[in-house]
């Protein structure tokens, strides 16, 4: 296991250990918190479709300013998106890092944490699995955002899910984003010492707790949300590619 550690112990020329891996990992930190608190926005944005249609579209036109620009400008949520791509990108490369450098390097790192059998190390193993899951899942999912702004909406994200076949790797985003968010919160708290306070063991064991409420909450309504959306891509299956108008407009039209 000492070789392990060396292989992630930077050494100066002079022999000396540098500082510049605890300087990465604070911008692993920053842009990893980010991220996470990005994605728990992001949840409650999604899960609007869960109080009707019309608030979802109404929340949508909102990023889009339509309350500055008449209809919208569904370019100002690729800006957006491209912002989020570049803290991802940074974070994931900061992020391989962390990651075993061979099959034989995670052989020794699985065969340790088992030894250690330390929930903590367990939910580093997870993170490091999730986050390349999520390389490659994710990019996917901020590619279709960032050319697609205008195919955000309550048919046009539901088609998505179900025409589109997308489902299955919104599941596993879900999964993989959802957990290891709460669990990269809970992990950097403890490892700055951000509340440790009087007693850090106490704080651990509240904070795990916390974590472990954010999974389920966000895990729960994950799930729901990806349940209406596709219960709405079936019912519209027949008429992929129109556009949802909002109750208030359709009235108007009537008339």
């Not at 309550?154 to 998505?160: E, G, K, N, Q, V």
């Not at 209406?228 to 129109?242: F, L, P, R, T």
């Amino acid at each position: 296991m000492d070789r392990v550690i060396e292989a992630y112990t930077d050494v100066t020329a002079e022999g000396k250990k540098s500082r510049t891996p605890a300087k990465l990992d604070k911008w692993l930190t920053a842009s990893g918190v980010i991220l996470a608190l990005f994605m728990m926005g992001h949840m409650m944005f999604v899960s609007t479709i869960l109080l009707g249609k019309d608030v979802m579209h109404a929340v949508t036109k909102a990023f889009e300013l339509d309350f500055i620009f008449d209809g919208g400008v569904p370019f100002i949520v690729s800006i957006f998106v491209a912002i989020i791509s570049a803290i991802f990108i940074v974070h994931a490369i900061l992020g391989v890092r962390k990651f075993p450098t061979s099959y034989k390097t995670y052989i020794k790192v699985r065969e340790h944490a088992k030894l250690m059998n330390h929930k903590d190390t367990s939910m580093w193993m997870f993170q490091w699995i999730s986050g390349l899951v999520m390389m490659f899942a994710a990019t996917i999912h901020l590619y279709i955002m960032f050319t697609q702004p205008q195919n955000i909406g309550p048919y046009a994200s539901a088609d998505r899910v179900v025409s589109e076949h997308m489902w299955l790797l919104y599941m596993v985003l879900l999964i993989c984003v959802e957990i290891h968010g709460s669990v990269g919160l809970y992990r950097a708290a403890m490892k700055w010492g951000w509340f440790d306070g009087a007693n850090p063991k106490e704080t651990r064991a509240k904070l795990l707790n916390v974590k472990k409420l954010l999974s389920y909450f966000f895990m729960t309504l994950g799930v729901i949300t990806l349940l209406a959306y596709i219960k709405i891509g079936i019912e519209h299956s027949d008429n992929v590619g129109e556009k949802y108008v909002p109750t208030s407009h359709s009235k108007v039209l009537e008339k």
